[in-house]
């Protein structure tokens, strides 16, 4: 059988096990639909925040709305919905960085922690340490400290929520590493190194999953509150909270304008926790 037959087989594969389960169709083809609208905010919606011409515009389906506005207009005369889609790509912008290096950073002290034994205990009991604390609270105490920067509570939101990340996934290494399988391939000869790779990695990939997924989400919670209560605001660079935090002052006269960044975020969330339920209900049907 050729290679390209092969990818075929798998990729036919791979849809039919996508199709035979409600919780994987709804998330899978919900965050196609997520990554479309925030690859193509300016090239398909023509999305920018610059001034239209009649300012303060309430919804469409108001008598005096605009349907060229959908959500309306603020009183700098810019458009909702656009601000919307801007707002929403950058937010997953952002949460995908923040994620990527904690995942990157968490894998290197997980390898660590389980290849240099000495460091263990002390590395844990920092970790133990700051997850005492609420991740959110000290990004507020901390954002309150350092320059009012974007960067830095992106930085700040990382190392709040990765030593929660580490600790799981280092634990759910060592339950692996005790089971009795494990024991038998290291009387067998085999190095520590293989056994991490070959056989604890691929055993403990669904709890790691999980734990991304749940990072995703507190994540994404976290840059939208920050921004919401003001802090980092990059006007240049507008996000959900950061919209949130504007629309406020419109909210007696456009309500949906406040709603939909928060509406956006859980509808966000529920599909990535759709997607990882769907996985889980075809590891637990096999």
């Known amino acids: 059988m050729s290679r390209m037959s092969l990818l075929a087989k798998h990729m036919k594969l791979c849809l039919h096990k996508l199709h035979s389960n409600l919780y994987l169709i709804i998330s899978f083809y919900g965050i196609l639909g997520i990554a479309f609208i925030a690859l193509s905010t300016k090239w398909f919606f023509h999305a920018h925040l610059n001034p239209v011409y009649v300012a303060s515009l309430p919804p469409a389906w108001w008598p005096t709305g605009d349907i ?144 991304i997924v749940s990072l995703f989400g507190s994540v994404i919670l976290a840059i939208t509150t920050i921004t919401f209560l003001g802090f980092a605001n990059d006007f240049s660079r507008p996000d959900l909270g950061m919209m949130m935090f504007k629309m406020k002052d419109i909210m007696d006269v456009n309500l949906l304008a406040f709603l939909a960044p928060a509406i956006a975020v859980s509808i966000t969330i529920i599909l990535v926790y759709l997607f990882n339920f769907g996985l889980y209900g075809q590891r637990v049907g096999h």
């Open 68 to 211: 060229n506005h959908v959500l309306g207009t603020t009183a700098q005369g810019q458009d909702i919905f656009d601000y919307l889609l801007i707002g929403y790509r950058s937010t997953i912008s952002m949460t995908l960085k923040v994620v990527f290096y904690v995942i990157i950073i968490g894998g290197v002290i997980n390898y660590l922690m389980f290849f240099v034994a000495f460091i263990r205990p002390f590395i844990l009991f920092i970790f133990k340490f700051f997850m005492v604390v609420p991740p959110l609270l000290g990004v507020i105490v901390i954002s309150l400290l350092l320059e009012n920067d974007i960067t830095n509570t992106l930085v700040v939101i990382g190392l709040s929520y990765a030593p929660r990340f580490i600790y799981n996934v280092h634990q759910r290494v060592i339950k692996e590493w005790n089971k009795t399988y494990i024991t038998a391939y290291r009387l067998d000869g085999l190095s520590s190194f293989t056994i991490l790779n070959h056989y604890i990695v691929p055993n403990i990939l669904p709890v790691y999953l999980t734990e």
